[in-house]
């Protein structure tokens, strides 16, 4: 008899319409097609033993095999350029706003930053007392401002400290002047220097001057100002003392009355003069002899010490001056004992008298 003889140990093969399981009983993760294809072209053997033994394909080759089939397929073709431009868009954008936030810091950059050059040159100009409620020390100021930046400022202002003052100090004057770039301001403006009254404290002293320039950004800088061109003439406020010698020390005041001028001035104490009364007169040193001034009270006069007076001066040309010298008539005003009042309106009202009698003269010539 025949035995038969049981084979337990074999298991039966797998139907081929049957997935074998994944990992984990689930479903094997598809590989990409363009890593199948360098896969499929890795399993290419070159048996050349006859042991069956098989080497890798190179990874030039590879790639080649791979290549070959991408020109062959539109649709991979099409997916390749998707996957190029999303790359090319990802790396425009990101370019774009790198370079977009540089642009803007930049753009911050310069529009806070400030290089100005601020300074006055020239000495303030005090204007002539026409009114008695006019401010003592008004005039005007010339400031010169160079913007050395890249973005428009706006000049505001000035601003003065005497020592020992808080910061920032005091206001001089108010402006609103944009400069551009490169640009330069140099205008005269209206100003109130801080003057004494009394000839003694007529000048204030030395004192810090800064102004307020704006930049693109809005924010507000104090600039020094520089002053140093008017060390040689005493400083800034200098002209105060020239505003104490004319009318300070008269508390003058002039106002041009028709042809003439009205001149109010306080006669100088008894204690400056020595005298219960002062001889107040016409000072024309220079003046041709056809120029004449007729006044109101008639001068020369004794006016009582301390007091103040009220006179009205008229020129009288009587023919056109052979030589007329303009500066000798700068000087032209009331003498007041050994002193001298210069007045600031009558050598026009005189300039202008000359004018007409010349001309009328040249008419009937």
Do not use: W
Not at 31 to 57: C, H, I, K, M, W
Not at 244 to 254: F, M, V
Not at 268 to 275: C, H, M
């Amino acid at each position: 008899m025949g035995t038969e003889i049981l084979d337990f140990d074999h298991a039966p093969e797998p139907r081929g319409d049957r997935p074998s399981p994944g990992p984990a009983g689930g479903e094997t993760p598809r590989v990409p097609e363009f890593v199948e294809d360098l896969d499929d072209d890795a399993a290419v053997q070159n048996d050349t033993s006859g042991t069956g033994s098989s080497r890798p394909v190179p990874v030039g080759r590879r790639v080649a095999l791979a290549l070959e089939r991408l020109r062959a397929d539109r649709r991979r073709q099409r997916h390749l350029l998707q996957v190029l431009a999303g790359g090319l868009v990802l790396v425009l954008a990101t370019t774009f706003v790198a370079n977009h936030q540089a642009d803007r810091k930049a753009a911050a950059a310069a529009q806070a930053r400030l290089a100005v050059d601020l300074r006055i040159d020239q000495l303030p100009e005090l204007n002539p007392r026409t009114d008695a409620d006019l401010d003592i020390g008004a005039g005007s100021m010339t400031v010169k401002l160079h913007n050395l930046g890249e973005r428009d400022v706006r000049f505001t202002g000035l601003l003065y400290r005497f020592d020992g003052q808080p910061a920032p100090g005091r206001t001089l004057l108010d402006a609103d002047v944009t400069v551009r770039p490169d640009g330069v301001m140099n205008r005269p403006f209206a100003v109130t220097l801080p003057c004494g009254r009394r000839p003694g404290p007529a000048i204030p002293g030395p004192a810090a001057l800064t102004g307020l320039v704006e930049t693109a950004d809005g924010r507000t800088h104090v600039v020094p100002v520089d002053v140093s061109a008017l060390d040689v003439f005493g400083g800034l406020f200098s002209p105060c003392r020239l505003y104490s010698q004319l009318a300070g020390e008269y508390d003058a005041n002039s106002q041009i009355v028709g042809s003439g001028v009205r001149i109010t001035l306080t006669m100088p104490v008894v204690e400056l003069v020595g005298a219960n009364f002062v001889e107040v007169g016409v000072q024309r040193d220079g003046v041709p002899s056809v120029i004449d001034f007729a006044t109101t009270p008639t001068l020369p006069e004794r006016a009582r010490a301390g007091t103040r007076i009220s006179i009205v001066v008229r020129p009288v040309v009587s023919r056109c001056p052979a030589h007329f010298d303009p500066t000798a008539a700068l000087a032209l005003g009331l003498r007041i004992g050994s002193d001298t009042y210069p007045d600031p309106y009558l050598p026009l009202q005189v300039a202008r008298q000359v004018g007409r009698v010349c001309a009328d003269a040249a008419r009937g010539g």
